[in-house]
T-cell receptor, first 118, second 116 residues
């Protein structure tokens, strides 16, 4: 299994809703990532989990709450989002996230969840 | 500072033409990695190639080829005999260590349209 899966594919939510995005990989990767991508822009890193611990938070607002229940799963909990949070949310994984030789590990991306906040 | 520049925002060519996508990067790291990703309309980022800073050999994979030149800090991507299925947004990315953590820095992307 060499893919990263994400559910749901599309999500429409109101500003008062609570929802979650899910990401799963079974490649034995120990690093997982959340990116946000607005239209016609490159992906922007949000969070990095390394060995199930949060290692990078790119100053993301607290209305986005990541969770890594185990090494194969990554969730992104959403609460009280704003319309400007509408975007494609991409999950990625890589064998490692450290320095040195681990840097050569490419990230494998999932298909993304297209989120619309009304 | 780590930075990737893809000066070509959009390129449109007719099928079977060759096309080159430019990528220029900036980094102070002596060890770094460069990547190309393809993003079709479906949204998924598809990994195409990885190149490390010590390996300046050019690479060819089918109709795809990459030219890495450290002297000009460039990592250009050429598609030979383009096909409609090559239409996508292509991102060049640099992996380096920023504030002690490994991060992938993307260029702005080049939208490639191959017309039949």
């Amino acid at each position: 299994d060499t893919e990263v899966t994400q559910t749901p594919k599309h999500l429409v939510m109101g500003m008062t809703n609570k929802k979650s995005l899910k990401c799963e990989q079974h490649m034995g990767h120990r690093a997982m990532y959340w990116y946000k991508q607005k239209a016609k822009k490159p992906p922007e890193l949000m969070f990095v989990y390394s060995y199930e611990k949060l290692s990078i938070n790119e100053s993301v607002p607290s209305r986005f709450s990541p969770e890594c229940p185990n090494s194969s799963l990554l969730n992104l909990h959403l609460h009280a989002l704003q319309p400007e949070d509408s975007a494609l949310y991409l999950c990625a994984s890589s064998p490692g996230s450290g320095t040195g030789r681990r840097m050569l590990n490419e990230q494998f991306f999932g298909p993304g969840t297209r989120l619309t906040v009304l | 500072a780590q930075k990737v520049t893809q000066a070509q925002t959009e390129i449109s060519v007719v099928e079977k033409e060759d096309v080159t996508l430019d990528c220029v990067y900036e980094t102070r790291d002596t060890t770094y990695y460069l990547f190309w990703y393809k993003q079709p309309p479906s949204g998924e980022l598809v990994f195409l190639i990885r190149r490390n800073s010590f390996d300046e050999q050019n690479e060819i994979s089918g109709r795809y080829s990459w030219n890495f030149q450290k002297s000009t800090s460039s990592f250009n991507f050429t598609i030979t005999a383009s096909q409609v299925v090559d239409s996508a947004v292509y991102f060049c990315a640099l992996k380096g260590v920023i504030q002690g953590a490994q991060k992938l820095v993307f260029g702005q992307g080049t939208r490639l349209t191959i017309n039949p």
